[in-house]
């Protein structure tokens, strides 16, 4: 593997996901929330800057392509998981939260199953942890201002999230049912 400039952001990001949750064990809130926000924010621009400088230097890896979606998961689910111990069992988080976590457990072993069948990412998926990510920095940021404002828009764009999820989901299992029917 080379250190290239993606890959040191990509393993970057995988090491922010646990400190967003660490955070909240180090510092008092609100305190912890402006942290674990600039570190989320700063950690989700990463993707799109790793992404960006992958295409236009030509920096490309198989090892970046295999972390890349790792780190985003490791992000989201870390976050969420985080917000969940913050925010108790509250309906309108956790069942979206529910949805999204399920989501990714299932279609990462969907992929190990499947083992050599490539399943392309698709638009939607993109749009998916945008929006995932947007949600949990408005979450972040209400936490961080004591805003219930921010708070309903988080909980609006989370359930926005868990639907493009879930209809990513089924379109992963969707492209993957002919693979599924010959085993």
């Not at 967003?20 to 942290?35: H, K, N, Q, S, T």
């Not at 600039?38 to 621009?45: Q, T």
């Not at 230097?57 to 111990?85: N, R, T």
């Amino acid at each position: 593997m080379q250190w290239t400039i993606p890959n040191i952001l990509t393993v970057l990001r995988v090491l922010a996901a646990p400190a967003i949750a660490l955070i909240f064990l180090v510092f008092e809130r609100p305190l912890a929330d402006w942290v674990a926000l600039v570190l989320f924010v700063g950690a989700a621009l990463t993707d799109y800057v790793d992404g960006w400088i992958a295409r236009a230097w030509d920096q490309g890896s198989a090892f970046g392509k295999m972390l890349d979606p790792i780190a985003d998961k490791a992000m989201v689910i870390i976050a969420l998981s985080a917000l969940f111990a913050l925010r108790g069992l509250d309906w309108t988080f956790v069942i979206p939260t529910t949805i999204i976590l399920l989501r990714e457990v299932l279609v990462s072993g969907l992929r190990e199953f499947l083992g050599n069948v490539k399943l392309d990412v698709t638009q939607i998926a993109k749009w998916k942890t945008t929006v995932q990510m947007f949600a949990i920095a408005v979450l972040l940021g209400a936490g961080a201002l004591g805003s219930t404002l921010f708070d309903g828009l988080g909980l609006l764009l989370l359930w926005i999230a868990a639907l493009l999820t879930l209809l990513s989901g089924l379109d992963y299992f969707r492209k993957a049912l002919p693979h599924l029917e010959g085993r």
